[in-house]
């Protein structure tokens, strides 16, 4: 089961720099994400979002690369990889495992100039290497769909810095 973690925080950085540290984390094998977006709401208020393309789409766009290269590869096989990735995209796309548009934009509209907030699907996780790649990061927890003594390590993880 994927977990939804939004957490914002003070300033327009932060949210880029848990990213990095979560795709790193995702390098190594330590955590698995569906889907991720930053969003920072600059000092005039102009919002800017940095979304990540979400799982479905890539597999989607993956598996129907490969099927188009197969049911084409005798007559086209350049413009099957390109049917079959571009139907894929659009299959994984519907299937839409990512972050429901409308709730980026209600974080969007509360968030104050000068701040960043990410949002994240963790799909699989190394509890304890998820715990300290976020431990140097100060933030507020808006949500999660975590158990509820999971979501309460997470907000005193990111209360303090250590």
């Known amino acids: 089961m994927s977990n939804l973690v939004v957490i914002a ?3 327009m950085e932060e949210a880029g720099r848990v990213r990095e540290t979560l795709r790193s984390a995702q390098r190594e094998d330590f955590i698995s994400l569906d889907d991720s977006a930053v969003v920072v709401k600059d000092e ?3 919002v800017h979002v940095k979304n990540e ?6 597999i989607g766009a993956v598996g129907g690369s490969l099927l188009g290269l197969l049911l084409a590869g005798i007559f086209f096989p350049i413009g099957g990889l390109i049917i079959g990735a571009v139907g894929g995209a659009l299959l ?3 299937l839409d495992t990512g972050i429901d548009k409308k709730f980026v934009k209600d974080v969007e509209e509360a968030m104050q100039p000068g ?4 949002f994240f699907i963790v799909r699989e996780a190394n509890v304890d290497v998820a715990a300290a ?8 927890v808006l949500q999660t769909s975590f158990a509820a003594e999971d979501e309460e390590e997470l907000r005193r993880i990111l209360k303090k810095r250590i």
Not at 53 to 58: C, I, P
């Open 133 to 140: 790649a976020l431990r140097p990061y100060k933030g507020t």
């Open 53 to 58: 393309m979400d799982r479905g789409v890539k």
């Open 9 to 11: 925080f003070e300033n």
């Open 115 to 118: 701040t960043s907030a990410i």
């Open 44 to 46: 005039e208020g102009k």
């Open 92 to 94: 994984g796309k519907t």
